[in-house]
């Protein structure tokens, strides 16, 4: 959706990425999603999967205990 040809380039380059690796996958290319980081990666997987309660890793990332317990779900800690 760029109008500068940079833009369109690299919009190409990351749907090509993404229908790639969806491919290799076996999912469909919606379910693809790229982030900036681990931080982002943590809170998009735990707010967007968590049904019940969560068993986070001590030695992780804060965004993966901070992100499970901003679920409203119960966050169990293990390891140290």
């Known amino acids: ?10 919009r190409a380059s990351l749907d090509a990425s993404r229908e790639a690796l969806a491919q290799a996958l076996g999912v469909i290319p919606a ?4 982030t900036s ?6 809170n998009l997987a735990l707010k967007g999967a968590a049904v019940g309660g969560l068993i986070v890793s001590a030695g992780g ?3 993966g205990v901070e992100g499970g317990r901003g ?3 119960p966050v169990e800690v293990v390891g140290g």
Do not use: L, P, Y
């Open 1 to 10: 959706s760029s109008i500068h040809a940079e833009g369109r380039t690299a």
């Open 61 to 63: 990332r804060a965004s």
């Open 71 to 73: 679920c409203g779900r």
């Open 31 to 34: 379910m693809v999603v790229f």
């Open 37 to 42: 980081g681990g931080s982002e990666a943590n």
